[in-house]
T-cell receptor, first 114, second 109 residues
C-alpha cells in the first residue's frame, strides 16, 4: 500500500507570493492533518480535515487555508508569503479522526521564502 | 491547552546501549503517540499508546495515564536509531495533537 505522498517536495518562493501544497493520503484514509515544523516553534498543528470538512484548526493567521476533496486528497494554501513561513510542511493521514487513530506522515514539503 | 514536556532534550549513546525517553503531559489525554523523525525529516509512527504497554522489537513504550507520563525504551541501540523522538498528545474533547519539543538521539559506533 502506498504511503502518504506530498508534492512538491521542495519549493522556493518570494515574499508576497502565494503557494499551494498537495497531500494524497493512504488509500482508504479519510482524515488528513497538516503541520508546520520550524526550528524555533517545533511541530505545530495547522488543520485537520475529515470527509471534506474542517474538523479542527490551529492558531495560524487566515493566510493559511486548506481544503479536502471527495477523494480525500487535501491541499493547503498560504497567501502573501512572509519570511517566517519558511518551514517543513507535513501532512498526515489516518482512517478516522486523529483522536482515535494512528497518524501516518508524508515526507513533507520544504518551503523556502526569500 | 495541554502542555507536553520531553526529556532529556539531547542524548548521546554508544551503539549497543539502552535508553529511556520520557514524556510528561499536563492533562488527561485521549491519544498519545511516539514518533521518530529521521535525519531526512520523515516522521515514522512508533506507537499509538494512550495507556498501557506495547513492544515492537527493540522498542517498547509505557503510558501511565493516571500519572500523566509516558516512557519510550530503546534497547541495544543502533546508529539507525539516531534522529529526533517526538511525543504527541491529544487532550479530551475535539483538540488537535500537540507535539513535545523532542529528544535528539545520537548513536555513535
Amino acid at each position: 500500500k502506498a504511503g502518504v505522498t506530498q508534492t512538491p517536495r521542495y519549493l522556493i518562493k518570494t515574499r508576497g507570493q502565494q503557494v499551494t501544497l498537495s497531500c494524497s493520503p493512504i488509500s482508504g484514509h479519510r482524515s488528513v492533518s497538516w503541520y508546520q515544523q520550524t526550528p524555533g516553534q517545533g511541530l505545530q498543528f495547522l488543520f485537520e480535515y475529515f470527509s471534506e470538512t474542517q474538523r479542527n484548526k490551529g492558531n495560524f493567521p487566515g493566510r493559511f487555508s486548506g481544503r479536502q476533496f471527495s477523494n480525500s486528497r487535501s491541499e493547503m494554501n498560504v497567501s502573501t508569503l512572509e519570511l517566517g513561513d519558511s518551514a517543513l510542511y507535513l501532512c498526515a493521514s489516518s482512517l478516522v479522526p486523529q483522536s482515535t487513530d494512528t497518524q501516518y506522515f508524508g515526507p513533507g514539503t520544504r518551503l523556502t521564502v526569500l | 491547552g495541554i502542555q507536553v514536556e520531553q526529556s532529556p532534550p539531547d542524548l548521546i549513546l554508544q551503539e549497543g546501549a539502552n535508553s529511556t525517553l520520557r514524556c510528561n503531559f499536563s492533562d488527561s489525554v485521549n491519544n498519545l503517540q511516539w514518533f521518530h523523525q529521521n535525519p531526512w525529516g520523515q516522521l515514522i509512527n512508533l506507537f499509538y499508546i494512550p495507556s498501557g504497554t506495547k513492544q515492537n522489537g527493540r522498542l517498547s513504550a509505557t503510558t501511565v495515564a493516571t500519572e500523566r507520563y509516558s516512557l519510550l525504551y530503546i534497547s541495544s541501540s543502533q546508529t539507525t536509531d539516531s534522529g529526533v523522538y517526538f511525543c504527541a498528545v491529544e487532550g479530551t474533547g475535539n483538540t488537535p495533537l500537540v507535539f513535545g519539543k523532542g529528544t535528539r538521539l545520537s548513536v555513535i559506533a
